[in-house]
């Protein structure tokens, strides 16, 4: 034993990817190398106290999770094993698919006779939560005539409600963690997935489906973006991953969710919410199999025709795991330590998410958002190198803007969307509308340099004006509190209006300068109820900011 690496002997056949209980407790253990008559595996819990000569059973399974509606609203490890009412620690060999006890409501939608394919709706559940309408499917592989099937009534996870072409069918079922979910068809992501912050929905959208990576140093605001993200996105159901970071923010995260409204339905956030929490105290391997454990569940619920979102924090501290695993096997390491593997497996997660048509024939989405925390801000090492291959969009965060209190610090020349040009259902003009704010930035950013040699006075009229636009645009649209009850969410709607407000008091700017009017009687304007709007303005308020704009346009007017 080295850590979490075990070796055992064994005489009966093993598989690789097969679990196997450890020791008098049933620690939890993968294969991950057989040679000759002796095992490798990797411990899911800490092997203290595990000694030469304890036992190994087998499970003649690979690692498999408990999928049930009941996960809504829960707290897991990496595992799925729940974390609700256990104390400061599991306890060594807790299981990883605990019996459960809650019942619900079945109402069926086949009867007995009926013919039914893999991924039919065999009735419905109630009792889950009042954000998400939750399903009974036939399972994958499960096609035929429906020889049973229950009536109306409240039932446990474990009973039988229907029996297919001879096939139990209960609420609960079981799938393999490292194994994605059959569909009928992978569609191409363009419905747009609104997170309610300005700088992403304006500037960088993300579709339906899509991959994001979001690379930052210490202290950019990668764990608060992301939860901002979980609080506001409408999606039906969040995923949140906590893969190796801080207890405490995990614990943040919780009580913030756990007491938010879901504007929907009036409900609490967190019932649409699964929580999957291995922090930095907890087992490391462990850690590497929560954010496959995540993607399982997030397909569990899209394959009900839903729309799901994995947010895993971060991918960096998974890497690590795998890193420091590989380095206790002896394998060669690859650029800085990492296994040579870690381009596929990385690859290999973001391949899970998807727009596609399920087994049932209706619409569905995984869409993964991916942290990612490089050692000393450098953006070049692997993990951050191999994420930008692989996902769609980028939220490059930037440090000096976090440190300017810019937030969320999404650095616009660092970032970028594939999915910019795919979404069907963004506001009327939004393809023009980022294109002139992205302009604007641009020309901002160019003069900056000059105006840090030179100084402001130095520029011509013109030039001081586009400094003063992207100043503008800055505080006015892409800046966000997420501590404001107004400003903490922002719907498309409002995102544009304040964009055109900002980009029509620009112009109106451009054209007084160009018109004679000095520069400095312009600069000298107030601007502040255009700058305000933001909190002014309520989350879906575009008629205020449209009033703010009209106050600093009859303002600048009068300069003409």
Known sequence: ???????????????????????????????????????????????????????????????????????????????????????DRLSPGASASPPGERTWTFSPRAAAGQHVTQGSVLGDLGGA????????????????????????GRYGEDEVLAVVAGTEVRIASEWPVRVPRPVRERLVAREPLTTGQRVIDLLFPVARGSTVGVPGGFGTGKTMLLQQIAKWCDADVIVYVG??????????????????????????LSDRTVTVANTSNMPMMAREASVHTGATVAE????????????????????????????RMG?????????????????????????????????????????????????????????????RCLWSLDRDLAYARHYPAVSWPDSFSRDA?????????????????????????????????????????????????????????LQQNALSPRDAYCTPRKT????????????????????????????????????????????????AVTAARDTVLTRLAEQA
């Open 496 to 543: 544009a209006a304040l964009a055109d407000a900002l980009l029509a008091v620009v112009d109106r700017c451009h054209a007084l300068v160009d018109a004679g009017t000095e520069v400095e009687t312009v600069e000298a304007v107030d601007f502040t109820p255009v700058l305000r709007a933001r909190d002014t303005a309520g989350p879906d308020d575009p008629t």
């Open 243 to 268: 893969c190796g970071e801080r207890g405490n923010e995990m614990a943040d995260v919780i009580d913030e969710l756990s007491q938010l409204e879901d504007p929907r339905t009036g409900g609490r």
């Open 421 to 477: 040009a795919a979404p069907a259902g963004e506001p009327d003009g939004a393809a023009e509308r980022r294109g002139r704010v992205a302009a604007r930035l641009a020309e901002a950013d160019r003069l900056a340099g000059l105006v840090e040699l030179l100084g402001l006075a130095a520029l011509p009229p013109r030039e001081r004006v586009s400094v003063l636009g992207g100043r503008l645009i800055r505080e006015g649209v």
């Open 331 to 391: 394998r060669l390491p690859a650029e800085e330590g990492y296994p040579a593997d870690l381009a596929s497996g990385l690859a290999a997660f973001y391949e899970r998410a998807a727009a596609v048509r399920t087994l049932g024939d209706t619409p569905g989405s995984v869409t993964v958002i991916g942290a990612v925390s490089p050692a000393g801000g450098d953006l070049t090492e692997p993990v951050t190198a191999h994420t930008e291959r692989f996902v």
């Open 300 to 327: 569990y619920f899209r394959d009900m025709g839903l729309d799901a979102v994995v947010i895993a924090d971060s991918t960096s501290r998974w890497a690590e795991a795998l890193r420091e695993f590989a380095a």
């Open 1 to 87: 034993m080295a850590g979490p690496l075990v070796e055992v002997d064994y005489t009966d056949g093993l598989a690789m990817g097969e679990l196997v209980l450890l020791g008098e407790a049933g620690l939890t253990a993968e294969v991950v190398a057989i040679k000759g008559e002796v095992a490798t595996l990797q411990a899911y819990e800490y092997t203290g106290g595990l000694a030469p000569g304890h036992p190994a059973r087998r499970l003649r399974k690979p690692l498999s999770v408990r999928l049930t509606p009941g996960l809504l609203g829960g707290v897991f490890d990496g595992l799925l094993r729940p974390l609700t009412g256990v104390g």
């Open 129 to 152: 939560t009042r954000s998400v309408h939750t399903l009974l499917l036939a399972p994958p592989g499960c096609t035929g005539l429906v020889d049973r099937i229950a009536p109306e």
